[in-house]
């Protein structure tokens, strides 16, 4: 028999992707809820159209009426509407009452805090599952974070940053930033609770696959939840695109800060055809990362990064995917448990991500040893250890000469450009000769081809872990490392003149391998500007090397 799940907030940003996700589903009937037909009609119409298995209805309706949605008599009742900021429980209550099953994707720190309190007797008396809190934050951070630190000795930090793609802000979503922005919120901190302005403590955060995004604290379920795992420091920051729509959020938090005004809420449905304006010039690609510090089973000290990139407008069915995992353990009976509950462990990573598999959305999983030597054993951390031997070799940290063959294809404006501003070599075939010198956790690479010959440094950012930098004259490149069987790709994040960051579209790109083949190390490096074309286009091999 197939179980009647209704779904409040079908027509949103999040229940659409959700329902879209619902209706591939042949084992329920599927009532979508919202509060006007027209829209509840085309959604169902759209689902139709795309092949949906499950039965699906439409209902008319609101939280504010709770008798309508219990009066459908669902086995399970999902609340995707929002917002939950300032919401009570009543509708939570009647759906159990009645003998329902709940889930919400509410990301509203109150009311994620007191749900249990006002539910688990009841829920325990009807034989229910309440679930509160069934999204990105605080359900899919916790479950990342288990699994990053499974068999730690110690967590001591973690920090949360969800940042997703450009979208046209929902007025529920606009006017849960805005009620935050400038206001103090609880934070775990030095191992001790202190308050700080929401919206506020602004910094760059590289995310793996989607370089670097501005970010702020914001005030989610993650500041209550990852403090139980972690005993120094757990914060939780967010991000909205593009970078200006940030600043300018930023700037208004300020109005609250300085006590010009109580609360940027009011202001909501005047800014938000603003925000979308905005939003239009921002990429669609989202994601977010969990990062963790702290001692690992060998009692060495350890760092680790789960993240996830979703390509391709997929990141607002993320958000979902907790509650689809809880409903997919309920219809299969893996989830019996009865009460009210936050989603903290209570499916796991892997239950989450299968719901995002039919979609472009990719999960990564890093870690580090902290006292491994050496600027790339650092970088790159565990992935090190599986380079073949000769990358290994020639990048294992020590003070060496490598000698070897080399083919650069520079021609053009922009070659004349490299080899007068940095001794690039333009085309032809040289002798390759690469000293490395290793000094206080940087290495200078001096590389010569023929008589041409360039020198930059390598160093390690502070606080980005998986990154390194490299510098040549005033201009730095920021890169992260992606491993494969062959080696690894260097993969641009940013660049710089002097201390000042530069946009990406106004710079050179920078691709580059380092690999093995047939025992041998080898490197191709091509440097393109967007105006002035190929700078650099140079490979080569190194096979023998001289130890300092």
């Excluded at 930033?177 to 700080?196: H, N």
């Excluded at 989830?335 to 989603?343: D, E, P, W």
């Excluded at 502070?462 to 992260?480: K, M, N």
């Excluded at 260097?490 to 106004?506: D, H, M, V």
């Amino acid at each position: 028999m197939n179980r009647r799940v209704v779904l409040l907030g079908a027509t949103g940003m999040f229940g659409q992707r959700l329902a879209e996700h619902l209706a591939t589903w042949s084992d329920l009937e599927l009532v979508l809820a919202a509060r006007s037909a027209g829209p509840l009609a085309d959604l169902q119409d759209r689902l139709a159209a795309k092949g949906a298995v499950a039965a699906i209805s439409t209902a008319v309706a609101d939280r504010d009426r709770p008798a309508t949605l219990v009066a459908l008599s669902p086995w399970a009742l999902i609340d995707a509407a929002g917002p939950f900021q300032g919401a009570g429980y009543d509708l939570a209550r009647a759906a159990v009452e009645a003998g329902a099953h709940w889930i919400d994707l509410a990301d509203a720190r109150g009311f994620v805090s007191g749900f249990s309190a006002a539910l688990n007797d009841l829920a325990r008396d009807r034989g229910v599952l309440a679930v509160t809190g069934a999204s990105s934050t605080p359900a899919i951070t916790d479950a990342a974070l288990g699994r990053m630190t499974a068999g730690w000795r110690r967590v001591d930090r973690a920090t949360s940053t969800i940042t997703p793609g450009a979208q046209k802000p929902g007025l529920s979503l606009t006017r849960t930033v805005l009620a935050q922005a400038g206001q103090r919120v609880r934070c775990f901190e030095g191992g001790d609770w202190v308050r700080r302005p929401a919206w506020g403590g602004l910094h760059w955060q590289s995310i793996p696959g989607l370089g670097r995004r501005l970010v702020a604290l914001a005030d989610t379920p993650d500041l209550d939840a990852l403090p139980k795992r972690a005993g120094r420091q757990a914060l939780f920051f967010a991000g909205v695109e593009p970078a200006l729509l940030q600043r300018l959020v930023w700037v208004a938090a300020w109005l609250v800060r300085l006590r010009l005004l109580s609360s940027l809420e009011p202001l909501a449905a005047a800014l938000r055809p603003m925000a979308d304006l905005i939003s239009r010039f921002g990429v669609k690609r989202g994601g977010m990362a969990v990062v963790a510090e702290g001692i690992g089973p060998d009692g060495a000290a350890r760092r680790a990064r789960w993240s996830l990139v979703a390509q391709a407008d997929s990141g607002p069915a993320a958000p979902s995917s907790p509650a689809a995992a809880v409903l997919r353990a309920l219809l299969d009976g893996r989830l019996s448990r009865t009460g009210a509950v936050v989603c903290l462990d209570l499916v796991s990573l892997d239950d989450i991500l299968a719901e995002l598999a039919h979609l472009p959305i990719a999960a990564r999983l890093e870690g580090w040893s902290m006292e491994r030597h050496g600027l790339f054993p650092r970088a790159l951390g565990d992935d090190f250890d599986a380079l073949p031997a000769s990358v290994r070799a020639v990048h294992a940290g020590g003070s060496e000469v490598l000698v070897g063959r080399a083919v650069s294809a520079g021609r053009g404006l922009g070659a004349l450009v490299a080899r007068v501003a940095l001794g690039l070599p333009g085309r032809g075939a040289y002798d390759a000769r690469v000293e490395i010198a290793a000094a206080d956790g940087a290495e200078i690479w001096t590389r010569q081809f023929g008589r041409h010959r360039f020198r930059s440094r390598l160093s390690l950012p502070r606080d980005e872990p998986g990154q390194f930098e490299e510098r040549l004259g005033p201009v730095a490149f920021r890169f992260s490392a992606r491993c494969d069987g062959w080696g690894f790709r260097w993969i641009q994040e940013g660049w710089r003149l002097g201390a000042i960051p530069l946009p990406a579209w106004l710079g050179p790109r920078v691709r580059a391998r380092s690999f093995d083949r047939d025992g041998v190390y080898r490197f191709s490096v091509v440097v393109a500007h967007p105006w002035l074309g190929v700078m650099a286009a140079y490979a080569g091999r190194l096979t023998s090397r001289i130890s300092l």
